[in-house]
């Protein structure tokens, strides 16, 4: 079993940053892909970022240099900062743990609100 903690995020300021964190536990192995998904109201889940158990990155077109993924193979942990956060930025963000579709877990969800 893969537990996923997630911490950070929370209220900012357009145009302040926040970095939001997971911590992946439990039987993971070394194929694991890890990322970030988020939720904004209304909307589909949809990509962000993630890391592949190579080293690849993958990225949704949105991502440009405003979110910045990094990824600890050692630790198990992936975090992700968000620059210059716009309004549209609000949502709820998941951490993904992905080995196979048997075993794909996600985190409980962590909310990001940008507002003035």
């Known amino acids: 079993q893969v537990q996923l903690v997630e911490s950070g995020g929370g209220y900012a300021q357009p145009g302040e940053s926040l970095k939001l964190y997971c911590a992946a536990s439990g039987s993971i192995g070394s194929d694991a892909d890890m990322g970030w998904y988020r939720q904004a109201p209304g909307k589909e889940r949809e990509l962000v970022a993630t890391v592949t158990s190579n080293g690849f990155l993958h990225e949704s077109d949105f991502a440009g240099d405003r979110f910045l993924i990094a990824r600890n193979m050692v630790k198990n942990t992936v975090d992700l900062e968000i620059r210059n956060l716009e309004p549209e930025d609000t949502a709820v963000y998941y951490c993904?743990?992905?080995?196979?579709?048997?075993?794909?877990?996600w985190g409980q969800g962590i909310q990001v609100t940008v507002s003035s």
């Open positions: 993904r743990l992905y080995i196979s579709r048997t075993r794909d877990y």
